[in-house]
């Protein structure tokens, strides 16, 4: 008799899809994955669905409503294990930067009758309402540390995803600095590793994707990104990106918004 495969289930809050969409962009790998595991719930893939408990549930996207701040409790209940999977279930997501302001504002500027918007005024990561197994970082996820993640489990181990930050990855591919080379703004010296360092690639520095690394000296690199002739109000744009709601983004952010005697 052929053992039971687990169960993976996949869950979508307020977000783009676009990591439930690399997950999908593993194409083969995908093929013999669902070998190994029965993909029981994947909206993004199929309406068919097959009823819990999971063994293993992906949950991508911020908590923004009441409702979700619910629904949430309910999918934590019928998981064995919960993988948080991007920037959006993470860190809260480009959603969060509604944490930096009065979200009634928003809601009366965009919407003709706002009395129906049942909207919470943060946007805060799935960590902030259940308890989470493992956080898998990125806008999107990489779909090789997202296979990592459940072949780690399927083989019922920890899994490995880099702790170290995007300068790394940039010097494992032979890239010039582009901030001691070219004097650019990059956030790679406290940026988790994960995305191979495309941008620095390229020209361009890094945009923090995979919100902080494990140990980010974000104020030493504001600093001297100010010494780059970056503003204060620059700043505080660099660090309220895809991960503006990480706490060492957020502080370093709101740190540029302070005036100076402030600190």
């Known amino acids: 008799m052929r053992r039971r495969r687990p ?26 994955l669902a070998d190994a595991i029965e993909i029981a719930r ?18 991508e996207g911020s908590i923004t409503t009441p409702e979700e701040a619910q629904r949430i409790q309910q999918v934590r209940r019928v998981s064995r294990v919960l993988v948080t999977i991007g920037a959006c279930a993470t860190a809260g997501g480009i959603q969060a930067l509604r ?17 129906y918007i049942d909207s919470l005024a943060r946007s805060t990561p799935i960590a902030d309402h259940v308890r989470v197994d493992f956080e898998l970082r990125g806008c999107p996820v990489s779909r090789h540390q997202l296979l990592e993640v459940i072949g780690a489990f399927l083989a019922g181990r920890k899994p490995q995803t880099p702790a170290s930050s995007v300068c790394l990855e940039c010097k494992r591919r032979g890239t010039v600095c582009v901030m001691v080379a070219r004097g650019t703004p990059c956030l790679g010296p406290v940026t988790q590793a994960g995305c191979g ?13 995979f919100g902080p690394m494990e140990t980010p000296n974000a104020a030493a690199l504001g600093g001297r990104c100010a010494e780059l002739g970056l503003s204060r109000a620059a ?20 740190a540029h918004e302070r005036p100076h005697d402030q600190g």
């Open 197 to 209: 360092a495309i941008c620095p690639a390229y020209d361009r520095g890094c945009y923090g994707c």
């Open 7 to 32: 169960k993976l289930a996949v869950w979508k809050f307020a977000s783009c899809d676009g990591c439930q969409l690399a997950l999908l962009d593993c194409e083969d790998e995908l093929l013999a």
């Open 42 to 59: 994947f909206p993004e893939a199929s309406r068919a669905a097959v009823k819990g408990p999971y063994d293993l549930s992906l949950v």
């Open 99 to 115: 944490n930096f302001a009065d979200v009634k504002a928003f809601i009366a500027l965009v919407y003709a009758q706002p009395r």
């Open 235 to 254: 700043l505080v744009r660099v660090f309220r990106t895809f991960n503006a709601g990480a706490e060492a983004f957020r502080q370093e952010s709101e």
